[in-house]
């Protein structure tokens, strides 16, 4: 059973920053190391959307809106993938949700709230 874990979220001034976490501590080192890891958002009243995502081999991906604002990475030895979130802006608020993307299935965690203020 793999548990996707988020944390980091909050509340932040705008031009502040956060680091998300998203763990999977009871996920098989293999299965991890060869999933896709994404990081997804879900404001009020919107469809949830793609933030940027992260390849078993390192490659990333990133949403216009916050290319050169968030860097994705992951730590397989944790089981954890982060995104650092710099330069906020309040139309980065919402719900934060971790995706892990493996052959074994498709797993959410809960979400992390982040608000950002003006």
């Known amino acids: 059973q793999v548990h996707v874990l988020e944390s980091g979220g909050g509340l932040v001034q705008a031009g502040g920053s956060l680091r998300l976490s998203c763990k999977t501590p009871?996920?098989?080192?293999?299965?991890?190391?060869?999933?896709?890891i994404g990081w997804y958002r879900q404001a009020p009243g919107e469809e949830r959307e793609l933030v940027a995502n992260i390849g078993y081999g390192g490659s990333t991906q990133y949403a216009d809106s916050v290319k050169d604002r968030f860097t994705i990475s992951r730590d397989n030895v944790k089981r954890t993938v982060y995104l650092q979130m710099n330069s906020l802006k309040p139309e980065d608020t919402g719900v934060y949700y971790c995706n892990l993307h493996s052959t074994s299935g498709n797993y959410w965690g809960q979400g992390t709230q982040v608000t950002v203020s003006s």
């Open positions: 009871r996920t098989i080192l293999s299965v991890f190391t060869s999933s896709t």
